[in-house]
């Protein structure tokens, strides 16, 4: 199986609402990853977790809140976002072992809309 | 720090002409480059990676890249294209010693035209 899933493929919400994006792999992968994605423009790293550990958060506001709970999972947890969050949001996946020449595998993503 | 800059917005090509997506890259040792290809609402999905060795890399679907160390340049080749070719491409890079990110360039759009 070499395939990244993400659900939901849309999430419309409000700006007080709470939801979650979820990522799974069936890969093996130990590295997994989430970006932010506005129109016509490249992938903006926002986490990454390396073993189900946060190794790097890119500044990200504290209203998004990455969780791996566990090697296969990742969730991005959303609350109180703004309009200008609005993007498609990718998760990604690649193996940690072997150096950093590894590619990494995308899911289709969530296109997220803030009202 | 390192950077990937894809100077042209939009390229067009007719079906069956050979077709060049350019990349050139900065990094502060040896990279590692990666081209990334995306259709409307997709995600991205690999299409061929420079590691070491032969500057010649063929990648999925009849592409191929060739590393340039003096140009610092990996451009995305395929002798033939296709108008299912069309997407937006992207050419990454990351340096050897550096953290496991990605720097992604600012993609160019390829149109086939039948």
């Known amino acids: 199986d070499t395939e990244v899933t993400q659900t939901p493929k849309h999430l419309v919400m409000g700006m007080t609402n709470k939801k979650s994006l979820k990522c799974e792999q069936h890969?093996?992968?130990?590295?997994m990853y989430w970006y932010k994605q506005k129109a016509k423009k490249p992938p903006e790293l926002m986490f990454v977790?390396?073993?189900?550990?946060?190794?790097i958060n890119e500044s990200v506001p504290s209203r998004f809140s990455p969780e791996c709970p566990n090697s296969s999972l990742l969730n991005l947890h959303l609350h109180a976002l703004q309009p200008e969050d609005s993007a498609l949001y990718l998760c990604a996946s690649s193996q940690e072992t072997g150096g950093l020449y590894n590619e990494q595998f995308f899911g289709p993503g969530t296109r997220l809309t803030v009202l | 720090a390192q950077s990937v800059a894809q100077p042209e917005d939009q390229v067009n090509v007719a079906e069956g002409n050979p077709l060049t997506v350019k990349c050139t890259y900065s990094?502060?040792?040896?990279?590692?480059l990666f081209w990334y290809v995306q259709y409307p609402n997709r995600g991205l999905q690999f299409l061929l990676k420079y590691i070491t060795g032969d500057n010649l890399v063929k990648g999925s679907y009849g592409f191929e890249a060739e590393f340039n160390k003096s140009q610092t340049s990996f451009h995305l080749k395929k002798p033939s294209a296709l108008v299912s070719d069309s997407a937006l491409y992207f050419c990454a890079v990351r340096d050897r010693a550096g953290r496991r990110a990605l720097t992604f360039g600012s993609g160019t759009r390829l149109q086939v035209q039948p």
């Open positions: 890969m093996g992968h130990r590295a």
């Open positions: 977790y390396s073993y189900e550990k946060l190794s």
């Open positions: 990094v502060s040792g040896n990279p590692y």
